[in-house]
Structure formats: C-alpha cells, structure tokens
C-alpha cells in the first residue's frame, strides 16, 4: 500500500502495532484452551463456556495489550483514552473467542446453538473446519463489534 497508494505510511509504527497486536493476540490465544478446559470440566451448559470464554480471552487481550504499552517503548504509554479503546477492542476480540467455542460439537451438542453455523462435525473435510473455524472468529467479531458501533456514541471506541 505504500508504494502504490499512500507513500505517508510509516512502516517502522504500522510495524511496532502489528508486533504490539500480535503479543496481545498470542495471550488471549494461549489462554483459550485453559479457559474452555476450565469451563468445560466444571460440566456447565454450553453458555456459561461461550461467556467465560469470552470474559476470559477478553481480559488475557486487554492485559497483552496494556503490558504492551509498558514494554514496548514505541508504543505510547497508557493513559485513559487508549484505556477505552483497548477495552473496546477487547471486547470483539473476545466475541471472536467465544463463537469459536461453538465450532467444538462434541460439548453439549444440544445446547450448542452455533452448531449449525460453525459447528465441525467428525465427518467434514479438513478444509472444510479450517474455514468454519476461521468464519466463527470472524462472526464473532464482526458481530460484536457492529453491537458495540449501534450501541456507543462515536469516538467512544477503538476504530473511531
């Protein structure tokens, strides 16, 4: 895009976000199985896994990217605007996480209302739960964050 579009693009910071984002995004990774382990082994209903998974990989986000801002010196420090916007962000990060819970079909099947949509069964191709497990993070995010752009007022969120 810079060299054909717009040559006012700084790499050195579209690069120091995309390692800022990636950090915040291997935590809410890492702690994914834990939590869904954790949830899943307490014999709760398909719900209480969807919502816990959401909190919990939205905070593991949210502190990736608040340690960040610590760590990483090209980042700037936190302060309560950029608070917002990490929690915003946090936030569809988290729904993203918490639809991916409804690709596993195997866990209350019967509760599992994602089934249909996202839901990998033992018999579908390869490529085929690449793509659903792929489309469920997608999903998740675009639906909260499209929640959470008719609900806050504009310049309330991160990508305003």
Known sequence: KKATVDPEIDMGETI???VWLASAAFCSG???QPIVNFWQGMNVDFNTVF???WAGCG?????GLRAGRVVMPWMPNGDYRNL??????SAAIGGATAVFVGTDTAYNPDQNWLKGVVGIEDNDADLTGMIKAGSSTALGF???QSVLNVTYPAGKLWND
């Not at 905070?59 to 502190?63: K, N, Q």
């Open 30 to 32: 890492f702690a994914w």
């Open 142 to 144: 675009a639906v909260t």
């Open 84 to 89: 917002k916007n990490d929690a915003s962000l």
């Open 59 to 63: 905070v593991a986000f949210y502190t």
């Open 51 to 53: 919502l816990g998974t």
């Open 16 to 18: 120091g976000s995309g």
